[in-house]
């Protein structure tokens, strides 16, 4: 990016609300259902219907409100968005304009730089329209009414963000919460979560904002990153030329890598907004308020803040475990059952070994095939000697192959056990301290890494069962009393 402008950018996220039935009837909201098979006379806009408010929707728009710190408007009302779409029935939009339900609140992110808070201007409720399909026509298109009425949060950023990599750093924090709090499955692959950015740029220094252009539809982080970067590099190559940025809605093509022109950018007064009269204001009263507090789940900042300060995690390690809710739940549930002196090794194990089979066989933590009541007796039998963790190791693999045994049914049965005989031991480090006459001159010479090739011999030859430690620690007393021994006369 030329050093000479900056880029100023906000992003509008539609989250869709995690109801049965959509927002203004009783049609069901599930993903992939025969085309139109989901519509009712609602939804298709046939005369004489009325739209009835979902009250679910309402819950999950108070729920994001006191999530995020904004203001819960306790009367706020209905407009009609009019424009042209063959997806769109009613020929207008049933949306929120001059009273949104929620205006204000922010959301922090953790830059390179920092933390940088990015403030909400509002966030309101309408219905999605229907979908378009080409694929199976040749030369029309079909209709697909099924999204039609689904309901939808639109959530709106101030200009705060400064770079795509801070934009793709919001996304991601706004669809983790919107998880966490239950409102939303995050699916971008099915349009759960989608994103419109909006791009301007202007020479460093200046205060007044740029043109922007509006990057449409984008429903993936990495998609999101790479658009808002080659609109930025265009605009600012537009400019340097001496051209004038047009205000514009446009696409991204993932394949070619660039925006193309959709259509020209429209203002609030070419959707004619007017108050729709087939719906009363909507009134919150407290009560409400107050049940959907007390129901929030702790936030992730707050239990971020709480593993580092409590369980003495390290930054890195809270931030991953407060990155999905489920992950997060699994860990406290196995720490619950450990003990709070055990948090680092639950996230060790959880972080480590768990999350990296899952991800290899691209699966989640709700689909872990163990418990963390497993992960804790796995734990708690490395902390107090039972077993190694090359052994706990094999616990986890039986674990994760189906095997129902419990962990000290497993220990027994499989021999995991570690050995306790310290005469045994104390003959296997004299063993390999003869064996390896090489690795003990060079331990003596000062190359302290010699001594793994040791303690390595030992744990072979107790086949793994030797505690690491104890081993290293008694081919270090072996060493040194042979050192002291008085030589021979």
């Known amino acids: 990016m030329d050093p000479r402008y900056e880029a100023v950018i906000g992003l509008e996220i539609h989250v869709q609300l995690l109801t049965a039935s959509k927002i203004f009837s009783a049609a069901a909201t599930r993903y992939g259902a025969e085309p ?26 108070i729920r994001f409100g006191l999530a995020v710190g904004g203001k819960i408007a306790r009367s706020s009302r209905f407009a009609r968005k009019h424009y042209f779409y063959p997806d769109l029935p009613k020929g207008y939009q049933i949306s929120q304009y001059d009273q949104p339900i929620i205006s204000g609140g922010g959301l922090t992110i953790r830059t390179d730089r920092g933390e940088k808070r990015i403030r909400l201007i509002r966030a309101h409720l309408e219905e999605d329209a229907g979908k378009s399909l080409h694929e199976d026509f040749h030369g029309m298109s079909g209709i697909d009414l099924n999204r039609a009425g689904t309901p939808l949060l639109e959530i709106v950023t101030a200009p705060d963000l400064s770079t795509p990599t801070e934009a793709a750093l ?24 989608r994103i419109d950015a909006n791009v301007s740029v202007r020479p460093r220094g200046e205060t007044r904002l740029g043109t922007r252009r509006e990057i449409k539809n984008l429903n993936s982080f990495r998609f999101l990153e790479q658009a ?25 093509d993932p394949h070619r890598g660039e925006t193309r022109v959709m259509r020209s950018k429209e203002e609030a007064h070419d959707y004619r907004y007017f108050p729709d009269p087939d719906l009363l204001p909507l009134i919150i009263d407290e009560e409400w308020i107050e049940v959907e507090r007390c129901q929030l789940p702790e936030l992730p900042d707050a ?96 674990w994760w192959s189906g095997d129902p045994r419990s962990v000290d049914s497993l220990i027994a049965d499989l021999d995991l056990a570690q050995m306790r005989d310290t005469a045994l031991i104390d003959r296997l480090v004299a063993e390999a301290i003869a064996a390896h006459p090489k690795a003990v001159a060079e331990y003596r010479a000062g190359k302290e890494k010699a001594l793994n090739t040791l303690v390595g011999a030992v ?29 021979l006369s």
């Open 36 to 61: 139109n098979r989901q519509v009712s006379f609602v939804d298709a806009a046939l005369p004489g219907t009325l739209p009835v408010l979902n009250r679910e929707a309402v819950t999950a728009a």
């Open 170 to 193: 919001f996304a991601r924090a706004l669809h983790t919460l919107v998880r966490w709090i239950g409102i939303c499955d995050g699916n971008l692959q099915e349009g759960s979560f």
């Open 228 to 252: 808002i970067a080659y609109e930025i590099d265009w605009q600012i190559e537009a400019l340097t030329a001496g051209q004038t940025i047009e205000q514009a809605t446009v696409l991204f």
């Open 303 to 398: 239990l971020r803040a709480r593993l580092i300060a409590d369980h003495a995690l390290p930054e890195a390690d809270a931030h991953l475990l407060t990155s999905d809710k489920g992950l997060a739940d699994f860990y406290l549930a196995a720490v619950a059952c450990t003990g709070v002196s055990h948090a680092k090794s639950c996230a060790n194990w959880l972080l480590v070994e768990i999350l990296g089979r899952l991800h290899k066989e691209n699966r989640s933590i709700t689909e872990a095939p163990l418990t963390p009541q497993q992960l804790a007796d796995l734990v708690l039998r490395i902390a107090d000697g039972t077993i190694s963790s090359a052994a706990g190791k094999r616990l986890l693999a039986a």
């Open 459 to 487: 744990m072979k030859a107790s086949q793994g069962k030797a505690n690491p430690q104890e081993v290293r620690d008694r081919l270090l007393a072996a060493l040194i009393a042979e050192d002291s021994s008085p030589p």
